[in-house]
């Protein structure tokens, strides 16, 4: 029962660009960093963007992260075939239960 | 290298108990929070717990409180997660993952996971 919303999928053609949202409340994202994570198929998550809009080193320019209010989004230009993953937002909720939230995660496709 | 190398999944019966670890490389493990979160088959991903780098704080999702306890031997560079009464919702592959800030006196707010382990697998089923 995650607490942060992303739409299930997005698509585009190669080159082009994509952007995932993540939606949230002022327990969490309002008052919190976000972070981002590439799943490729099989594959255990890997840190795309940390505190809203940081890239740890290696990952490319062509992944962007911004966040405003309550809400988070992630870009992708350049689309590649390397690209086609599941995509999760992640950030802390300070609720009853202060615990790590994670998205309901994206499914990116590259047509 | 990070190396985060998980251990113990396997095939259990609702009610029954299991230990996981995780075993870390490559970075001053006692250093860092940790944490462990797991993925149900074809579902997203949710957080199970984290622990301090003193395990002074610790946190667990209420999914799994009272039933499951995580602890860490710093001298051994391992990371526990002790399972008992499993439901069969408990099912997941069960990645072990580092918590980004130095020193971080708190599992809560210890940074984005820059580090995952490639999981190991609990099956709950009779």
């Known amino acids: 029962q995650s607490v942060l919303t992303q739409p299930p999928s997005v698509s585009a053609a190669p080159g082009q660009k994509v952007t995932i949202s993540c939606s949230g409340s002022?327990?969490?994202?309002?008052?919190?960093?976000v972070s981002w994570y590439q799943q490729l198929p099989g594959t255990a998550p890997k840190l795309l963007i940390y505190?809203?809009?940081k890239r740890p080193s290696g990952i490319p320019d062509r992944f962007s992260g911004s966040k405003s209010g309550t809400s988070a989004t992630l870009g992708i230009t350049g689309l590649q075939t390397g690209d086609e993953a599941d995509y999760y937002c992640?950030?802390?909720?300070?609720?009853?239960?202060?615990?790590?939230?994670f998205g309901t995660g994206t499914k990116v496709t590259v047509l | 290298e990070v190396q985060l190398v998980e251990s113990g999944g396997g095939l259990v019966q609702p009610g029954r108990s299991l230990r996981l670890s995780c075993a870390a490389s490559?970075?001053?493990?006692?250093?860092?929070?940790m944490h462990w979160v797991r993925q149900a088959p074809g579902k997203g991903l949710e957080w199970v717990s984290g622990?301090?780098?003193?395990?002074?704080?610790?946190g667990y999702a209420d999914s799994v409180k009272g039933r499951f306890t995580i602890s860490r031997d710093n001298a051994k560079n391992s990371l526990y997660l002790q399972m008992n009464s499993l439901r069969a919702e408990d099912t997941a592959l069960y990645y072990c993952?580092?918590?980004?800030?130095?020193?971080?006196?708190?599992?809560?707010?210890?940074?984005?996971?820059?580090?995952w382990g490639q999981g190991t697998l609990v099956t709950v089923s009779s």
């Open positions: 490559g970075f001053t493990f006692d250093d860092y929070a």
């Open positions: 622990i301090s780098w003193n395990s002074g704080s610790i």
């Open positions: 993952a580092k918590g980004a800030y130095y020193g971080s006196g708190s599992y809560y707010n210890s940074g984005a996971h820059d580090y």
């Open positions: 992640g950030t802390w909720d300070s609720s009853l239960s202060a615990g790590e939230v």
């Open positions: 505190e809203n809009n």
């Open positions: 002022s327990s969490n994202i309002g008052n919190n960093y």
